[in-house]
C-alpha cells in the first residue's frame, strides 16, 4: 500500500513537472503546567517506543512496511500508544536509520524524548481560532497557538496533512506544521548565472557581483575573542561567575550563528530574485555526496573546505529551496578545474601542481587574461551550466529536477537531502 502510494506519487511528480515544496512553519504552543505534564509524558512514551523498536530488530532493517509487519503488534500492546502513533514511531526508526547509513554517522543511534510526529488522523489546525488539536497519550487536546501574523499569513488558506511536536532545548513546546506548496515550473532558458563560494568573498556571480565575507571574518573574530576570554574565566573564579560565563558562552554561540544565517538569507534571496528577474538559471558547484565520490576522485583544498562548513552548506539548501520555490532552475557542475582553468580560452597551466591562480588574483599565461579568480572560477561554472541544455554535455552537470524532490517528513532540510551534512 505505502510503496504504491510512493510509486503513485513519484510518478504525479514526474510526470506534472510540477515541484512539490515542502515548507515547515514553526508554531508556538500556550502549554499550561498541567498540559505540559501530559505532553512529556507522550514524548517520553514515543521516544522509548523508538528505541525499543531500534533495539529490537535487525539493525540493516529500514523497510517501513517490512518493520511495521514485524514489530506493530509488540510495540502496541507494550506502550499502548495509538496505532497511528505506533506506526509513526516505527516509521521514524526507520527514516533515522536511513539518514544514518547514508551519512556513515558513526555514532549509535538513540532517541530522546523531543519529538513526535503527527498526521491528518492524530493532528488537526483550526485556522479560525488558531487552535491544534493533538492526540496526547489518554485524549485529543486542543492547545492554542502562540503566532504572529506572519505564520497566520502562511498558514491560511493552505493545507497541512502532517506535523511535529516538539520541545526545544529552553523547555518550550512547538508544533512544526508542514505545508505542501506547488511551485511553479523552472522556466527554461538559455542564460545562467554562475555562482562561485569562497571565503574572502562568500559569493562571485558570473555577471561580475560579489559579497564579501568581511563582515562574516570580523564578527566570527569578535566572537572567537570574546569566546577565549570567557573560556579563560569560566574556569577560574567562583561558582556563580563560571555558570554565568557559560550561558554567556551558549548565548553568543546563538548570536553568531543567527548572524551567519542572517547574511545568507540576504544573499541567496537577492541571487535568486536576480535570476528570476532575468529569467536565468543558476549555477553552483556540486558538491554532493564527496564523500561517496571520493574513490574516484581527489577531493581539491575547496571542496573540502566547502562541503565540510556549515555555513556553506546552510547556503546551498536556502539558495536550492529559494530556486525551487520562484521557478528558478539550479544547475550542478562538477567542481573539477572550475578555478584553474582560463574562462577566456580555457587553458590549464601545463605543469602538474601549478595554477595561474594565486590567492585572489587570476593571470592567464596563455591569454594574458587577469583579474579576480573568484570572477573567473562563476564564468566557468555558468559555461558549464550552459551546456547542460545542449546533448552530450550532461557529464559534465546534473540538474536537480522535480524528481529529485521526494516529499519526506520532518523539514526542508531533510527533504533536500541530496546535499551533505557537515558534522556539526
Ligand atoms: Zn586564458
Known sequence: MLISVYL????LLTYNKAMKQITTISC????????????????????????????????????????????????????????????????????????????????ELTFSPTSVDY?????????????????LLSKRTKIELLIGNYQRGIL??????????????????YINIHINNIAPEPTDTDKVIGIDLGRTDIATTSSGESWSGKDITSKRNHYSRM???????????????????????????????????????EITTSLVRK?????????????TNIRARTNQQRRTKKERRLSNNWAFYQFRML??????????????VNPAYTSQTCHKCLHIHPTKGKS????????????????????????NIAALGLTVNQPGGSWLSCEVSSSDFVPRQLTIWDMLEGYEKPAS
Not at 35 to 53: D, G, P, R, S, W
Not at 156 to 173: I, M, P
Not at 359 to 364: A, E, F, P, S, T
Request: aromatic fraction near 8%.
Open 156 to 173: 491560511k488558506g493552505s493545507k497541512s496533512k502532517s506535523a511535529v511536536l516538539t520541545k526545544r532545548k529552553d523547555g518550550s513546546y
Open 356 to 379: 595561474y591562480r594565486n590567492g585572489k588574483n587570476y593571470h592567464c599565461n596563455h591569454c594574458g587574461w587577469t583579474g579576480d579568480a573568484d570572477y573567473n572560477g562563476a564564468k
Open 319 to 332: 539558495l536550492t529551496y529559494k530556486c525551487v520555490l520562484n521557478g528558478v532552475k539550479l544547475i550542478l
Open 28 to 107: 508556538k504552543l500556550k502549554v499550561k503546567p498541567e498540559l505540559a505534564k501530559e505532553i512529556e509524558k507522550t514524548l517520553v512514551k514515543y521516544a522509548n517506543a523508538c528505541q525499543f523498536v531500534h533495539e529490537n530488530s535487525d539493525k540493516k532493517l529500514t523497510n517501513n512496511v517490512a518493520m511495521q509487519a514485524l514489530m506493530y503488534d509488540t510495540v502496541r500492546e507494550k506502550f499502548q500508544l495509538s496505532a497511528q502513533t505506533t506506526i509513526h514511531s516505527i516509521r521514524r526508526v526507520c527514516s533515522n536509520r536511513k539518514t544514518s547509513i547514508t551519512n556513515h554517522f558513526k555514532k
Open 8 to 11: 503513485l506519487l513519484f510518478h
Open 227 to 265: 569566546r577565549a576570554v570567557l573560556q579563560q574565566k569560566a574556569t577560574k573564579g567562583t561558582r556563580s561567575s563560571r555558570r554565568r560565563c557559560r550561558q554567556l558562552q551558549k548565548r553568543l554561540s546563538g548570536q553568531e550563528r543567527r548572524f551567519q544565517k542572517h547574511i545568507n538569507h
Open 275 to 287: 535570476a528570476a528577474t532575468k529569467k536565468a538559471a543558476i549555477a553552483i558547484e556540486d558538491l
Open 119 to 135: 498526521d491528518s488522523r492524530t493532528f488537526s489546525l483550526d485556522t479560525k481560532k488558531w487552535i491544534v488539536s493533538l492526540k
